[in-house]
């Protein structure tokens, strides 16, 4: 039977999520109904997309019981609060990165997971791009010799969206588009915990992260750059510099459609959206409705690529960069 799928949100990212799922066989996946804050709206999204049910209330969505998983699109500080109200329905949920603001909220998100024995995935979908599973297979095979340094940079100018400048809208670098960075150095240091995190930023008057630096240091004399910035154009590549061989990943980083070993590329093209995409290369956001899928059908209750434990080390991480730089939000005070 088909992955039934349940879309709460009905903006940008939802769009792109489903537009991605059909680039899938429709007897794999199947979106059935959306939800929004306004019926009208879910209304309109559920006529785009073909979906047959549309509600204008989360609440409705969580009761609706022919639902397998819930992709969760919200803006961030509504992954929380939202998030808790689909796992604590028994549904299994697929929550945009990041999972949470904080460490706190991502323990509780995991805690209800658990206690309802229901799936919960953090949807960093780079971990599930082909590219993606190539590095960790070359890295498996010692092709690179030890690895040394990742440099990593992930910026573009975006002073003009409300989401990433407004910090009650969950804003600034690190947690919209720094995640990125951060998750890459950690795949490739296999979910290791740094021996220091070192951050250096700037604020906006908004007091969100205007652009930040984090530096992770591993053990074996192992590092990890970081950048990421909001106000302007980086080049938005990835390396991974080993003692014997170098990864070079081209941009965007962040959804890899080519990689080069040792100067040897290898593409991976993406299928054709049926509809105009919100940001770039959004069919890839099928690789991680696959391992959804695959995850259910297996009785997993999250993915071996993308663990709670691998979340809650990227959120470890990101809350001591923000500490460092002084970024705050209402939900720390909680």
Not at 58 to 81: R, S
Not at 87 to 93: E, P, Q, V
Not at 165 to 188: H, N, P, R, T, W
Request: aromatic share 6%.
């Amino acid at each position: 039977m088909a992955t039934r799928w349940g879309i709460c949100s009905a903006g940008k990212i939802s769009h792109d999520f489903v537009v991605a799922l059909k680039t899938l066989p429709r007897e794999g996946h199947q979106v059935v109904a959306v939800a929004a804050r306004e019926l009208g709206r879910a209304q309109d999204f559920a006529n785009r997309h073909d979906i047959p049910r549309a509600y204008g209330s989360y609440q409705e969505l969580a009761q609706d019981k022919d639902i397998d998983v819930v992709y969760l699109g919200t803006i961030h500080p509504q992954h929380h609060p939202v998030g808790l109200l689909f796992l604590r329905a028994k549904k299994n949920l697929l929550c945009e990165k990041p999972l949470a603001m904080n460490m706190r909220e991502v323990l509780e998100l995991t805690a209800a997971a658990r206690e309802n024995d229901v799936f919960l995935m953090e949807a960093v979908w780079t971990r599930y791009f082909p590219a993606s599973i190539q590095i960790s297979d070359v890295l498996a095979q010692g092709v690179l010799g030890e690895v040394k340094l990742v440099r990593v940079e992930f910026g573009m100018p975006m002073l003009d969206v409300s989401r990433a400048v407004k910090k009650e809208l969950g804003g600034g670098a690190l947690l919209d588009i720094g995640v990125y960075c951060l998750q890459f150095a950690c795949m490739v240091f296999n979910a290791e915990r740094p021996e220091s995190i070192q951050a250096c930023g700037c604020l906006l008057d908004t007091g969100v992260d205007e652009a930040m630096t984090v530096v992770l240091r591993f053990s074996s004399n192992r590092m990890a750059v970081c950048i990421c910035t909001v106000s302007v154009q980086l080049p938005n590549e990835a390396f991974i510099f080993g003692t014997k061989g170098t990864i070079k990943i081209p941009a965007p980083m962040w959804s890899p459609t080519s990689l080069i070993v040792n100067g040897n590329e290898t593409q991976f093209p993406l299928p054709e959206p049926s509809q105009p995409l919100n940001f770039p290369n959004s069919t890839g956001l099928r690789y991680e409705a696959q391992e959804v899928r695959r995850c259910l059908l297996a009785g997993l209750k999250q993915s071996p690529r993308m663990t709670l434990e691998d979340t809650a080390l990227l959120t470890s991480i990101r809350d001591e960069a923000r500490r460092q730089v002084g970024v705050v939000y209402c939900q720390d005070a909680e």
